[in-house]
């Protein structure tokens, strides 16, 4: 394409913000109708890192991965769960029932701008079992999209060739990998020389307890919001977990804008879940066909 060709019709972003509305509807029909919704939250991340660090890795692979795959990328969306880091400045926290309702309102607000598929990216561990639970109240109520999360971060080769390449193997939060991997977005935000000032390693509180899950679990580990050894962090570490969370999550989208079955699935279960007594006699007569 010429210059003057490539000015007259510059590519379509991928973020949802940096869209034209006039290209809005372009990039839904692209996207064949996925949008991608990164997640993380505003908490404290060791004494090195910035408070947004998780929205930002989640939205930095969602982003490459939409470029490669294309997909229409969400506004940053900082509300998750946090209890834990309450303690800690800057942390923002969300009372359960309005951080499940507006989670459930976004996502309704993407459905009606064109949407059918949510695709969400999670880049914050304390999300996870809120993200499961929500994913699975879907089916309380018709929907007219389907609500997907992204499971695998990395392919097999990449998890081998970080686990190589790591120096310490304990962490999981603001530790060498998700220092690396700030280091490879957002360089400007990492102060590594203070990594140190803060103690990273478990303090075994609730070793006692170990077969009992409680919610204080992570503050007794981890008081200071500081899971592993930071100071090994490198660049080059990062850019592989992020080159390798991008590809997967490529993948991940075009499985997804494949899939005609979830939707047509969903719609089988509301028809059934609405006549419960009618379902047993609706599969024997499919089956006599
Ligand atoms: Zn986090």
């Not at 379509?12 to 939250?41: H, I, N, Y």
């Not at 879907?138 to 097999?156: F, G, S, T």
């Not at 991997?181 to 070793?207: F, H, K, N, T, Y």
Request: with cysteine.
């Amino acid at each position: 394409m010429s210059e003057k060709a490539s000015q007259r019709r510059p590519a379509l972003a991928v973020q949802w913000e940096e869209l034209t509305a006039s290209d809005f509807p372009k990039a839904v029909r692209r996207a064949r109708k996925v949008c991608v919704l990164p997640m993380g939250v505003i908490e404290k991340h060791g004494p090195h890192l910035p408070l947004g660090t998780d929205v930002m890795a989640a939205r930095a692979a969602a982003i490459r991965a939409a470029e490669r795959e294309y997909a229409v990328v969400f506004p940053p969306y900082y509300f998750g769960q946090i209890y834990e880091a309450r303690h800690q400045p800057g942390c923002i926290t969300i009372r359960p029932e309005l951080l499940t309702e507006l989670l459930q309102e976004v996502c309704a607000e993407i459905a009606r701008n064109g949407f059918e598929k949510v695709l969400i990216v999670n880049g914050h561990g304390g999300n996870t079992n809120w993200l499961n639970f929500f994913c699975q109240i879907q089916l309380a109520r018709r929907n007219d999209h389907v609500v997907y999360i992204a499971r695998r971060q990395w392919d097999e080769a990449t998890t081998k060739e970080v686990a190589a390449r790591r120096k310490t193997d304990s962490g999981g939060h603001a530790d060498e990998l998700e220092t690396s991997w700030m280091m490879a977005i957002r360089p400007d935000l990492v102060q590594l020389s203070r990594a140190g000032r803060e103690d990273g390693r478990a303090r075994g509180r609730l070793e006692h307890m170990k077969d009992a899950y409680t919610g204080i679990w992570w503050y007794a580990d981890f008081p200071d919001h500081y899971a592993g050894d930071a100071r090994p962090a490198n660049a080059e570490l990062g850019e592989l977990a992020v080159k390798g969370w991008a590809t997967s999550l490529a993948e991940v989208i075009r499985a997804v804008k494949a899939d005609r079955v979830a939707r047509k699935l969903q719609e089988e279960f509301h028809r059934e879940a609405g006549a419960p007594l009618s379902t047993a006699a609706r599969r024997k007569s499919r089956r006599r066909v």
